[in-house]
């Protein structure tokens, strides 16, 4: 019998759900490479583990994962990498359209009046009066809700989620999307959660941490290519 992997650093709320809900599922989740031998820290092949480039730090912005049940099993999954590097501020919640957890409805009133959601600049958001800008955003964002999801399926969450309604969203600016896009050429695909949640953080004045996220996202693309090769 082969001996699993032994975990290279202590399990974080993306972990702990995604262990609850493998604990209550009728059936496994099985994911493409699912015969993989993997690093139960950074759901990697052994040969191209990052837990190494982990060093977790504190973000002045609280960040809320929801996900959709589809993208929480996923080893390419980037949401997580905000759990890797901002433990302390970062917590994780599978998404329900009409009950979600009670937990997370305490979360978001006690952070009530601070807290936006993460979602693409759109003229029909800008009109709905519940949208804020990085230049209307200051010092009224201190937590954000990131769906982590398809783009597609992350807009049916935000439109079918009434519990949500009264939360504004937070989009960041086309002008802040082609400066990235500039600066990182290669970045002209739909971005990751990571990539969405680095701007964010430079957009709302933690450029540090933005930076930081940004190039350890980059180690993860790496290594999950190496990965898929194997």
Not at 190 to 195: G, L
Request: proline fraction near 4%.
């Amino acid at each position: 019998m082969i001996e699993k992997p032994k975990r290279k650093h202590p399990a974080h709320c993306v972990d702990l759900l995604r262990t609850k809900l493998e604990l209550a599922s009728q059936r496994a989740f099985i994911a493409r490479g699912s015969n993989t031998v993997r690093c139960p820290s950074c759901l990697m092949s052994e040969s191209a583990c990052f837990c190494s480039e982990r060093t977790s730090m504190t973000s002045p912005i609280q960040f809320t994962l929801l996900y959709h049940n589809t993208e929480i099993h996923k080893p390419t999954n980037s949401g997580r990498l905000l759990a890797d590097l901002f433990p302390n501020q970062t917590e994780a919640y599978l998404w329900s359209r009409t009950e979600p957890e009670e937990d997370l409805l305490e979360r978001l009133n006690a952070l009530k009046g601070n807290t936006a959601i993460l979602f693409p600049e759109t003229e029909k958001r800008k009109a709905s009066g519940d949208y804020l800008s990085a230049e209307t955003a200051e010092n009224k964002i201190e937590h954000i809700i990131l769906l982590d999801a398809t783009w597609r399926l992350a807009s049916k969450m935000l439109h079918q989620s009434r519990w949500l309604d009264d939360i504004p969203t937070y989009g960041i600016s086309s002008e802040a999307i082609r400066s990235f896009k500039t600066r990182h050429a290669k970045h002209d695909h739909q971005f990751a959660t990571a990539e969405v949640a680095s701007m964010c953080l430079e957009s709302l004045h933690a450029p540090e941490e933005a930076l930081a996220l940004f190039k350890y996202y980059n180690i993860f693309n790496e290594r999950s290519m190496t990965s898929r090769r194997r």
